[in-house]
């Protein structure tokens, strides 16, 4: 069967990322699958998708009558079994098109991948829209708790939960070697505590603060490499205000994020809230030394996942966690994460998640 997965530019982070490691196991289960990028520009990812076997297609997104007519005309031409709609701006007038375009509603299914506390106008209009299209019998997927009780007391929609998952067979335990090759590898000396973040340079990730975090310890060993697409110069700019340009190398975008994070002393996730946080998730399996912010979508991995530390998403906080950390022997910092990475695998392993959507694809 042929199964359409729309998303926005094509970059390698959250559902691309999930649908390149389950690309086999679909493919094994005679799934067909194909992505739409509704970004103004296809994205950095595109070739790496193409060569993992997906048909990609290019509709840049607009408010217009041309865009949905070409969404149309791409439905009914290639005739999907199911449309897997990743994105949420557009998403309610995609999902009619689909339905037009003669794609069963219970195979029109919507994965809501954030936590969207909107409010006012916008919230009402998101609040029809979901409600009609769950009774139309369109499936609405939450990929946490978080989201799920967001949906539900924003929108007044009752949605399955489905986790995201991770490549479990890329994102292992990093031994003591895995460790001593990547910091080579990088040039990063013995006596730098090196903090790595994944995640684009958008407000909600919240990297200012573990910037100014940073300036406040005053501790020059401390090396942060930031991986993500930097949207504007707002905090490279913060960094040499704070006079620790020298300590903070902004890296973009990075097909391969495995040799930072073996490398890796600490990897912090700032977000003021996130829908899921896979990139927190590929930390923890590595089984590095995480501090998470006490926020929806990463809270809960406190209740699975052994030596997890927490703060509140502000400088300070951040600032006194990072005091802690710094006190305390790597040796103990790395053994408390011992056990991770078979959680991980057990509860966000490709196989359940990925079984669960393609039971949608079929209903």
Request: charged content about 20%; proline content about 4%.
């Amino acid at each position: 069967m042929k199964v359409l997965h729309i998303l926005c530019e094509l970059n390698p982070s959250g559902a691309e990322t999930m649908l390149l490691s389950a690309a086999p196991y679909m493919q094994a289960q005679g799934i067909n699958s194909e992505i739409l990028a509704t970004g103004a520009n296809v994205g950095v990812f595109a070739e790496t998708l193409t060569e993992a076997g997906f048909k990609l297609h290019h509709i840049p997104f607009s408010k217009s009558f041309n865009y949905f007519n070409n969404l149309y005309r791409l439905f009914t031409k290639e005739q999907y079994d199911s449309i897997h709609i990743h994105t949420e701006q557009g998403s309610f007038w995609v999902t009619v098109i689909a339905l037009l375009a003669g794609v069963p509603a219970k195979r029109c299914i919507k994965t809501i991948h954030a936590t969207f506390q909107f409010t006012g106008n916008l919230r009402w209009r998101r609040a029809w829209q979901r409600r009609l299209l769950c009774f139309l019998g369109v499936p609405h997927i939450a990929i946490s708790k978080s989201v799920q009780d967001t949906e539900l007391n924003y929108f007044g929609i009752e949605t399955q939960i489905i986790p995201n998952w991770f490549n479990s067979t890329r994102f292992t335990k990093t031994t003591d070697l895995d460790y001593k090759n990547n910091r080579k590898l990088l040039n990063l000396s013995d006596k730098q505590f090196v903090i790595t973040t994944v995640g684009n340079c958008a407000q909600v990730k919240n990297h200012s603060a573990l910037i100014e975090a940073i300036a406040k310890l005053e501790n020059k060993d401390i090396v942060y490499l930031h991986i993500g697409k930097e949207n504007d110069c707002s905090e490279p700019d913060l960094a040499k205000a704070l006079n620790i340009s020298n300590q903070v190398h902004f890296l973009g975008i990075q097909n391969n994020i495995l040799p930072f994070l073996q490398a890796t002393d600490l990897f912090v996730m700032p977000s003021l809230v996130e829908g899921f946080g896979i990139a927190a998730l590929e930390a923890i399996a590595t089984e590095v030394p995480v501090l998470l912010t006490n926020v929806p979508g990463l809270s809960n991995f406190n209740k699975i996942f052994e030596g997890l530390h927490y703060c509140e998403p502000n400088a300070d906080a951040i600032k006194n966690s990072l005091e802690i950390i710094l006190k305390t022997p790597n040796a103990d910092l790395r053994s408390s994460c011992h056990n991770n990475s078979k959680l991980a695998e057990l509860y966000f392993g490709i196989d359940k998640s990925v079984s669960a959507y393609i039971s949608h694809y079929k209903s």
